[in-house]
């Protein structure tokens, strides 16, 4: 039986817009303003992103943790935002390759 592996890329700034509209819409702290800098998978845990953010006007660099759950969920709701199909009975995952996020989808 054939089957379909999808990948959908999205840019630093898709991600924190996501991961943004998912904290307002559940009612959880917002990550703080920013510039997306990097996310990267923990090293203590694989279920854990590090998502690197940087204010230039206030000179801080902060470091948020979010679970791999919230992550897809927040990029699941971003494609729905842009009309991008996503099959309900698809396996969704989060992955990271040469610094891009990535949301693999198996049917």
Known sequence: MPREDRRIVF??????KAIYSLSTQQQLPKPP??????VEQSTVD?????IKLENPAQDVNETRE???DF???????FC???GIPLP???QKSVMIRDGEVILR???
């Open 33 to 38: 303003a920013g510039i997306l800098k990097s």
């Open 88 to 90: 309900r009975s698809a």
């Open 71 to 77: 992550i897809a969920a927040a990029l699941m709701m």
């Open 80 to 82: 729905r935002g842009a």
């Open 11 to 16: 840019s630093n700034e898709e991600v924190y």
């Open 66 to 68: 979010y679970g791999s």
């Open 105 to 107: 989808v198996q049917i």
């Open 46 to 50: 694989k279920n854990i992103y590090e």
